[in-house]
């Protein structure tokens, strides 16, 4: 399989083009144009860097309306702070596994330059600025494992925390078989997983894993979003036979998961590992944003926020959830 497109046989090119449009004559020069992995590396960096350094300036902001500017103008994905906040939810949950005087271990598959870092460091200040919701997580203490299949997001991510644990890698063997938390964007896996047995394998890893991702009901389906490389949403029920021969358990955050009856795909936002850490991590997930969504400069910064209806907060077991929605 071609690694980069996630196909033998793509049926789109990545490029990426830049230059100038002459705004009085018309007509455009093409000064720079780049194709395959390093197109898509660029692209990625110019937007993940730009949200790592607003994340920065975030953090020495001057108030509330400066912030919210500063988020809304320039993070690039909306929901950059819930996620965030959901990542330091899965640390604190997991506290239990971590053995006295070792380092918690957080992965990200497809880290991309592990921006999360600073977004986790923001939301954590930010958050707590005024009252303290939750125990601080000492984030340098951490051990930041990431795989990614751009070697150059690989050695980035490593030079640009230099006061972090960050330990990268392409190859998944060469990193460790566990880890605390596991974490990925739904996109991420969608470009890489092939199976379900792939999937299940790669979350079992973690005493706890928490993600998003988009499983079909037409069968196994392969299609390209705009990136050129090729995503694969694997079929439910495949997902299920596998799911249902592990001893682990997968919650769906009801509010924020959904079926598309025209793509007959549904999306579930979810935490997957042992009853006692998703456990944790839900009890901690409904009482954090029950009190964030009554706070107007904390529910501000998180659009998706109006979802979680105070006290309306519901997790459940993903094969409950599947017959619910079903049609
Ligand atoms: C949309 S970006 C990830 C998002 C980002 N880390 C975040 O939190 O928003 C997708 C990432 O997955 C990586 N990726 C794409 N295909 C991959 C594959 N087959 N294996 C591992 N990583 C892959 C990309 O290089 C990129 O860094």
Excluded at 216 to 245: A, H, M, V
Aim: aromatic share 16%.
């Amino acid at each position: 399989m071609d690694a980069f497109y996630g196909t033998d046989k793509p049926k789109t090119l990545t490029y990426l083009e830049f230059g100038e449009i002459d705004v009085g004559k018309g007509g455009k020069k093409v000064w720079d144009f780049r194709i395959n992995q390093k197109a898509y590396d660029w692209l990625m960096l110019g937007r993940y860097s730009n949200d790592l350094i607003i994340y920065k300036k975030m953090m020495t902001a001057a108030n509330y309306k400066k912030i919210r500017d500063l988020y809304f103008s320039e993070i690039h994905h909306k929901n950059d702070s819930e996620s965030n906040l959901n990542k330091i939810i899965g640390l604190l949950a997991v506290e239990g596994a971590i053995g006295k005087n070792k380092r918690s271990s957080f992965f990200e598959f497809g880290q991309t330059i592990f921006g999360c870092i600073e977004g986790m460091e923001f939301i954590q200040k930010y958050v707590n600025r005024k009252k303290t919701f939750f125990k601080k997580i000492d984030l340098k203490k951490n051990i930041w494992y990431g795989l990614d299949i751009s070697g150059f997001f690989n050695e980035l991510a490593i030079i640009l925390h230099p006061e972090y644990n960050v330990v990268t890698s392409i190859d998944f063997s060469k990193l460790p078989n566990k880890f605390n938390v596991f974490f990925a964007k739904g996109i991420s896996l969608l470009y890489a997983v092939r199976s379900a047995r792939q999937l299940i394998s790669i979350i079992d890893r973690a005493d706890l894993s928490v993600f998003d991702y988009s499983f079909s009901f037409n069968g196994g389906e392969e299609t390209t979003i705009g990136s050129g490389k090729t995503i694969k949403y694997l079929d439910f029920n495949e997902f299920l036979r596998e799911y249902k021969k592990n001893g682990k358990i997968m919650f769906v955050c009801e509010n924020k998961s959904f079926y598309n009856n025209e793509t007959k795909r549904v999306y579930i936002e979810c935490v997957y590992g042992s009853i006692k850490y998703c456990g944790k991590f839900i009890q901690l997930h409904k009482d954090l944003f029950e009190k964030f969504s009554t706070d107007p400069e904390i529910s501000g910064i998180m659009p998706d926020i109006d979802k979680f209806n105070s006290g309306k907060i519901n997790w459940i077991p993903v094969d409950e959830f599947i017959n619910k929605i079903k049609m």
